[in-house]
């Protein structure tokens, strides 16, 4: 199997109100390796997002892990207090979010706001970086700002960013949202992460905007040595990224494989759904279809295989029983009675 570097056991996500409980990420298992690039994928609402901020420990309220593990380099972070985890938040682990323009402060120039993460993660990110400035003497305070305020302009010439010293000076709302975006790829990257989560970082830009995003993260990737897991309902980005993909539905991984067994050898008949409702340029003779239905709410999932109601291939067994995943060839694995036969 080699090396992981991050590895994901039966992990549970849950969310409570009064309507019920919202399985969102419901018993998930799946592996990183160092360097490797994974894609995560499906339809909204399926569990990819909430599965990036559970291995973030960002899980807003109402929502709670319930169970499972995450271990990175074999310690499970889920038993970690607030301020391990910090160690590994930003210095280890980054994460770059849908919406740079709402994730960025608007009264903080992008400069502070790279210094800031790298101050953060000083000294293995024991400390917040106002508290670590706090305790130091003037001129080793001052020496530290200045290693950060250069370290930032590094950051951002890396990621494409011209002028760096001016533009550090600088507010979000003065930036493209491509520039943005790198920006944020600059904070993500300031601590030399070794596992990047990327979630839709090429959503509403314009197809040029995406390639370079793309093209720069590869880039990045390939110099550090750098994990990445990309969450995206864009087959066609995966396609050109990724080494593996993992498809979600309804807070279930239901197929797992390379690029090439996703895409060219999809065993399962959502995967195969997704498929069909991707335009092929070029192609006159290809028909966009829809996959019909609807997601289920995930407080009312429905027994046995959660995507038995929308499938055409279903039988009696696929509304009362589960298909456990199941490895039908080397590194390919699908959750599917049909695909397993």
């Known amino acids: ?30 592996s990183v ?30 929502g709670r892990i319930v ?24 210095g280890h682990i980054a994460m770059i979010f849908q919406d740079p323009l709402t994730t ?27 508290e670590l400035l706090g305790s130091l003497n003037p001129f080793a305070r001052k020496r530290m700002q200045e290693k950060a305020w250069a370290r930032a302009i590094e950051m951002m010439e890396h990621v494409g960013i011209s002028v760096p010293e001016q533009r550090m000076k600088e507010y979000p709302h003065q930036f493209s949202g491509g520039m943005r975006q790198r920006v944020m790829i600059a904070v993500a990257l300031s601590c030399n992460p070794s596992l990047l989560i990327a979630d ?34 864009d087959l066609g980005v ?18 797992v494989g390379t690029v090439d067994d996703i895409l060219f050898r999809p065993k399962h008949p959502y995967t195969k759904g997704l498929l069909r409702s991707v335009p092929k340029l070029g192609d006159r003779r290809h028909r966009i279809q829809s996959i019909p239905g609807v997601v289920p709410e995930l407080h009312a999932l429905p027994t046995g295989c959660r995507f038995h109601t929308r499938c055409s291939l279903a039988t009696k067994r696929c509304a009362l029983d589960e ?19």
């Open 323 to 341: 298909p456990p995943l199941t490895e039908i060839e080397d590194g390919h694995e699908v959750s599917c009675f049909r695909g397993t036969a």
């Open 238 to 255: 995966v396609a050109e990224f990724c080494d593996r993909i993992i498809v979600m539905y309804a807070g279930k991984i239901v197929e």
């Open 67 to 90: 169970g499972g593990q995450i271990l990175f380099r074999g310690e499970d972070l889920l038993t970690l207090g607030e301020q391990e985890m910090r160690r590994f938040r930003g």
């Open 104 to 130: 960025l402060n608007p009264v903080l120039t992008v400069g502070d706001q790279i210094v800031e993460a790298i101050n953060l993660h000083h000294g293995n990110g024991t400390l917040r970086g106002s």
């Open 33 to 62: 390796a160092p360097g490797e690039a994974v894609g995560i994928v499906g339809e909204s609402g399926c569990g990819k997002s909430v599965t990036a901020r559970s291995i973030m420990r960002l899980v807003d309220y109402p």
């Open 200 to 233: 839709e970082p090429t959503t509403a830009l314009d197809v040029t905007v995406q390639a370079q995003i793309l093209e720069l993260m590869g880039q990045l990737r390939s110099d550090l040595d750098m994990a990445i897991i990309l969450i995206t309902h």
């Open 1 to 30: 199997m080699g090396e992981r570097l991050l590895m994901v056991r039966d992990l549970k996500t849950y969310f409570y109100s009064d309507i019920g409980i919202a399985k969102a990420v419901d018993g998930i298992s799946f």
